[in-house]
């Protein structure tokens, strides 16, 4: 009799699970045929019982089943998104409960290589079929000017791959146009870790999101100098180095890396600019107003050339100037014809570089200002009327109020 109540209770057993793994087959048939609302109601109904639930193999054709809706679902919205990132949670868990093993079993099935272009009942579904489908979908988005939801697309098919190149710097470039610094951040580090992937464009716009909207210039500076690592003969992340060394108050090293810099490219007009710079913050006026003068004449279409060199030249007029108010009667009147001519040549001479630089941006009325002064202490009437006409059109009859 126990022999016989035993067997009865494995007979019991045996069909219990029997039962539960129809229904797993059931589901799979539905996913197979396409109807996908029967196949998730199979599905869940195995992941709920404990026959089934601890099986890896029916969390993995729960994935396929989600990343078969996902795929499914053309509007493409922040619905179908939610069932994407969900199929991704199902894909990990199966993986997890395999061993996270991609060599063997399971996990060698969550991994399988995606066949794009085949006939869809040969597509593995696996955790790749959701990455390229997730890729597609930001495409999609992105060709219909919905920003946002091709970032998070994006974002999804990274979450798969963290080494793809392409979904990272798409995702970056994406984040960082929305003004998502943060995410933007972290896709640009992950092509960081890429071996062999060139990493300028990353290191490039990182710093620039550091140092512009983190107003972080030390973490800036950090990666700068791993950027420097990778790629030391790179010219612009040596301009990046010059430009935070001088937003550091490093002023000794960014000398240093300024003429380190020269030697490789002397005819670089924004370092020889900086180096001015330099040399007119140590007290080098001569030094800084020839290179100031050097990069104009390398790029004279360098707005920051020209207006630099420019001002050092108001700068010293003004100065000269100045150097007769400690004078005596009898000291200023053979002084001033002397000191007077030569704050007179500067005038002169700035002109011609404040008039490029206008050249070059013809709205900028702080220069058009400027210009009218000049000429007006030149005594140059036409020219400085010249100016005074243009900035009453653009700022109105009481300009000189303004400050400028």
């Given amino acids: 009799m126990k022999k016989l109540i035993l067997s009865m209770a494995l007979i019991g057993a045996t069909t219990l699970a029997f039962g539960q793994k129809k229904v797993v087959r059931s589901a799979e048939k539905n996913f197979k045929?396409?109807?996908?609302?029967?196949?998730?109601?199979?599905i869940e109904a195995a992941t709920a019982d404990p026959e089934t639930s601890s099986d890896p193999a029916t969390y993995l054709l729960k994935a396929k089943i989600q990343t078969k809706m996902f795929g499914s679902d053309s509007t493409n919205t922040e619905k179908t998104l939610e069932v994407g990132k969900a199929a991704l949670g199902t894909y990990l868990e199966a993986f997890e409960m395999?061993?996270?093993?991609?060599?063997?079993?399971?996990?060698?099935?969550?991994?399988?290589?995606?066949?794009i272009g085949v006939p869809d009942n040969?597509?593995?579904?696996?955790?790749?079929?959701?990455?390229?489908?997730?890729?597609?979908?930001?495409?999609?988005?992105?060709?219909?000017?919905?920003?946002?939801?091709?970032?998070?697309?994006?974002?999804?098919?990274?979450?798969?791959d963290l080494t793809d190149t392409t979904i990272h710097y798409n995702a970056g470039y994406l984040a960082n146009d929305l003004g998502m610094y943060e995410e933007a951040k972290r896709h640009y580090k992950y092509l960081l870790d890429i071996d062999g992937y060139n990493k300028l464009n990353a290191y490039y716009s990182l710093v620039q999101i550091?140092?512009?909207?983190?107003?972080?210039?030390?973490?800036?500076?950090?990666?700068?100098?791993?950027?420097?690592?990778?790629?030391?003969?790179?010219?612009?992340?040596?301009?990046?180095?010059i430009q935070l060394l001088l937003q550091l108050n490093k002023m000794d090293e960014a000398m240093a890396q300024i003429q380190e810099a020269l030697k490789n490219d002397p005819n670089n007009a924004s370092i020889l600019?900086?180096?001015?710079?330099?040399?007119?913050?140590?007290?080098?006026?001569?030094?800084?107003?020839?290179?100031?003068?050097?990069?104009?004449?390398?790029?004279?279409?360098?707005?920051?050339?020209?207006?630099?060199?420019?001002?050092?030249?108001?700068e010293e007029s003004v100065k000269l100037l100045n150097t007769l108010n400690d004078l005596s009667d009898a000291e200023w009147e053979v002084q001033s014809p002397i000191v007077g001519k030569k704050a007179d040549e500067n005038y002169k001479e700035a002109i011609k570089y404040f008039e490029k630089a206008l050249e070059i941006r013809p709205d900028n009325t702080e220069i058009m200002a400027i210009l009218f002064q000049i000429n007006t202490r030149l005594k140059n009437t036409a020219e400085a009327e010249k100016y005074n006409k243009?900035?009453?059109?653009?700022?109105?009859?009481?300009?000189?109020?303004?400050?400028?």
Avoid at 212 to 229: F, N
Avoid at 299 to 308: A, I, L, T, V
């Fill in 33 to 42: 045929s396409g109807d996908l609302a029967a196949a998730m109601s199979d």
């Fill in 122 to 160: 040969l597509r593995p579904y696996s955790i790749e079929t959701l990455k390229n489908t997730a890729f597609d979908k930001a495409i999609d988005r992105y060709n219909e000017n919905d920003l946002e939801m091709a970032y998070s697309f994006f974002d999804l098919a990274g979450e798969v």
């Fill in 98 to 115: 395999a061993g996270s093993d991609k060599t063997s079993g399971v996990g060698e099935e969550v991994y399988e290589a995606d066949l």
């Fill in 273 to 314: 600019l900086r180096s001015g710079y330099l040399k007119e913050q140590s007290g080098d006026i001569e030094g800084g107003l020839a290179d100031y003068k050097k990069a104009v004449e390398v790029d004279p279409d360098y707005f920051e050339g020209n207006y630099f060199t420019g001002v050092l030249l108001l």
């Fill in 390 to 404: 243009k900035l009453i059109e653009l700022k109105g009859p009481n300009w000189m109020e303004d400050g400028e």
């Fill in 210 to 241: 550091q140092s512009g909207q983190d107003k972080d210039p030390e973490a800036a500076y950090e990666t700068i100098m791993a950027g420097r690592k990778d790629y030391p003969e790179d010219k612009i992340l040596a301009e990046y180095e």
